[in-house]
């Protein structure tokens, strides 16, 4: 019998999909599986994945999980922290790593994260720390990554899982898609930045070029709140909250390009949807979205640059455009991505082969 730990399955992101798929690999391998997150225990996958998330921060709310993880824990054959590191627990364990670290408060890692080194914030981390469990963080024997970058910065060996991307239901456009149009997708919140997409549109617009920019994502912070209200108006710009799938699936297949400026971001699952979907994505050079997009010709540090890029790739034509869509499509990340339910059973396999199975 298997617990999965989770931070809170309602935040329905990248990190909650990657559970999810992986908790079907884990059942059609025979094993029971139960869900902790921070609205409790379940003996099976949490439902209403679109209910209020909570509202807790993320490190706290992890933090929370770990400590009722440790009073559980024993009841279980193994412990799946799927968030990622927490504490040692007298169960064999397996930590899924969607970013290097999350208690540390080394100033390296800080900055690697491009997190805040200030009192702080430092003094949170060590709160939420303590709360997870005191002792060593994120020791334990067998360790999934997302990605090659974020396993090359953990010490010790680590299994890459890249997150699951189905791509299936995308479909292909049967028009040449529109000039200067751009897409960007994430949640609407600060780490997102969301700003430097809008500064992407105002600098073309600028220029006097026509770019068109739709930008779709989660809304349920008083950040997104603000955010619309505040950009709503903007000539080129097409917001959509809380976006429908066919809406979304609408915008993949008429949009040339993709924005993504997170970073470092740490895979990026809207990443890979616009390479499925045909999109030509501009992200920043940092982070493992680079193994989806290893191109520096597709890397852009600022919006500015990302205006550039875009122009370029405008100025080269569509026999350009269409051999970096295809090499995209062909990337390994990419691919492995796609085929997730296989690269899972093969992970889930060699795991529970020599430790303790359900």
């Given at each position: 019998m298997i617990l999965i730990a989770e931070r809170d399955h309602r935040q329905a992101g990248g990190a909650e999909l990657y559970t999810a798929r992986l908790t079907d690999a884990l059942m059609a391998a025979g094993h029971e599986v139960h869900h902790l997150d921070v609205h409790g225990l379940s003996k099976g996958l949490p439902q209403d994945p679109a209910a209020r998330p909570s509202p807790l921060p993320a490190l706290l709310a992890w933090a929370l999980v770990c400590r009722q993880a440790r009073a559980i824990a024993p009841a279980y054959n193994h412990v799946i922290l799927a968030y990622g590191d927490g504490p040692p627990l007298q169960t064999p364990t397996t930590t899924i790593h969607h970013a290097p670290w999350l208690f540390s408060c080394h100033p390296s890692h800080l900055r690697a994260l491009r997190k805040p080194t200030h009192t702080i914030r430092r003094g949170y981390t060590r709160l939420c720390h303590h709360i997870a469990g005191a002792g060593a963080i994120g020791q334990t024997p067998a360790r999934i990554a997302n990605s090659e970058w974020t396993a090359q910065q953990i010490a010790g060996a680590t299994t890459v899982l890249y997150p699951p991307l189905d791509t299936s239901p995308l479909g292909t456009p049967t028009t040449e898609r529109t000039a200067c149009s751009i897409l960007s997708i994430g949640r609407i919140s600060a780490e997102k930045a969301p700003e430097k997409s809008i500064a992407l549109l105002t600098t073309?617009?600028?220029?006097?070029?026509?770019?068109?920019?739709?930008?779709?994502?989660?809304?349920?912070?008083?950040?997104?709140?603000?955010?619309?209200?505040?950009?709503?108006?903007?000539?080129?710009?097409?917001?959509?909250?809380?976006?429908?799938?066919?809406?979304?699936?609408?915008?993949?297949?008429?949009?040339?390009?993709?924005?993504?400026?997170?970073?470092?971001?740490?895979?990026?699952?809207?990443?890979?949807?616009?390479?499925?979907?045909?999109i030509l994505p501009i992200v920043a050079p940092s982070g493992g979205v680079t193994e989806l997009v290893p191109h520096a010709m597709l890397h852009a540090t600022t919006p500015h640059e990302a205006a550039a890029k875009i122009l370029a790739l405008e100025a080269a034509g569509p026999e350009v455009r269409a051999r970096l869509r295809a090499e995209l499509q062909s990337g390994t990340a990419f691919v492995q991505a796609r085929d997730f339910e296989r690269q899972a059973h093969a992970v889930i396999t060699s795991l529970f082969t020599s430790r303790h199975a359900a």
């Open positions: 073309l617009r600028a220029g006097g070029y026509p770019a068109q920019l739709a930008l779709i994502g989660r809304a349920q912070s008083r950040f997104a709140s603000r955010f619309i209200k505040r950009h709503r108006n903007k000539v080129g710009l097409s917001l959509y909250p809380n976006a429908t799938f066919a809406a979304r699936a609408m915008l993949l297949a008429r949009t040339r390009y993709g924005y993504h400026p997170t970073a470092p971001e740490h895979f990026g699952i809207s990443v890979g949807e616009m390479i499925a979907a045909g």
